[in-house]
Structure formats: structure tokens, C-alpha cells
């Protein structure tokens, strides 16, 4: 039942943001295992919460509200860069933003952390690896199978 939903919900935000290029998770699983390719800069979209129960490793928060100036300071609009957050819709505005400030190689993880946790891809907690993803409200907790599901209150209703 998760995975139908995370499909409808892949189908969703290619239909919602036409725009963002769409980057499934064995595809950037294998870019960040080629050492010959420049590794993208990773901009975790969803709250401090979430982030903290697990993340990508080497990957930056980023408050979903910020300007894509806040964001990228300091960072040359050839940096290739992948956003995700729960389940797309908060990175899928966040690669939106950037890529309108100029940022050429903007990507939304394609599913976000719910696809890149239930296909077993690695994550981290406080440097250690983990398996566990914030649900982030009721429908998370729909999204996400049982073995990754963390057991945490959600953050909207």
C-alpha cells in the first residue's frame, strides 16, 4: 500500500512541477558513488525534526522558506545541487527557486527521503548510519513502510 501511495505521489509532483527535473534514487545513488563525476551539493528541505531522526549523509538543511540567494551564497551556479524533503512537494518549490535564480543543475530526488528509506539507500543519524525516517504528519506514516517509519510525533495534523 505505501509504495502505490509514493507512485501517486511521484505522478503528482511531475504533473505539479512540470519544470523540475526529476532525479529517481538508484540515480543519484550511483552519482554519488562516482568519484569521477563532481558530487552534487545535497539541501535537505524539511525541519529541524525531521532532519534530526535521519538524513543523507553530507547533506545541508535549508529552511523551505528561505530565498534561493540564502540558500546558495557563495555557491557557483555550476554546483550540480539535489533537494528532497519527505515526499517531494517542499524540494520540488525549493530546485523551482533555485533554478530561477540561476542555478543550472538543479534536481528533486524523486521521491524524496520516503523512496531513497524504503529502497534500503543509506542515512544518518548524528553520524551514524540508520534506517529510520521522520513520517512528518498522518500521511507520511501512510507513505512509509513499518521498518523505517520513525515512532515520532508529527509536525502537522
Not at 52 to 71: C, I, P, Q, T, Y
Not at 107 to 114: C, Q, T
Request: hydrophobic letters at 45%; proline letters at 8%; aromatic letters at 8%.
Amino acid at each position: 500500500m505505501s509504495a502505490l501511495l509514493r507512485a501517486l505521489a511521484r505522478v503528482f509532483m511531475r504533473v505539479w512541477f512540470p519544470q523540475v527535473r526529476q532525479l529517481p534514487p538508484a540515480q543519484l545513488a550511483a552519482w554519488l558513488a562516482d568519484s569521477s563525476r563532481p558530487q552534487p551539493l545535497l539541501l535537505d528541505v524539511r525541519q529541524p525534526e525531521e532532519f534530526a531522526v535521519s538524513h543523507l549523509a553530507g547533506a545541508r538543511r535549508v529552511e523551505f522558506s528561505d530565498a534561493a540567494k540564502a540558500v546558495l551564497e557563495n555557491v557557483p551556479t555550476t554546483q550540480p545541487i539535489v533537494c528532497y524533503c519527505a515526499a517531494g512537494f517542499r524540494s520540488s518549490v525549493m530546485a523551482k527557486r533555485l533554478a530561477r535564480a540561476g542555478h543550472r543543475e538543479v534536481f528533486n530526488l524523486e521521491g524524496a527521503i520516503f523512496d531513497w528509506a524504503s529502497e534500503g539507500r543509506p542515512l544518518v543519524c548524528a553520524d551514524q548510519p540508520t534506517r529510520e525516517v521522520h513520517p512528518f504528519n498522518w500521511l507520511g506514516r501512510l507513505l512509509l513502510p513499518r521498518g523505517v517509519r520513525a515512532s515520532a510525533p508529527s509536525l502537522r495534523h
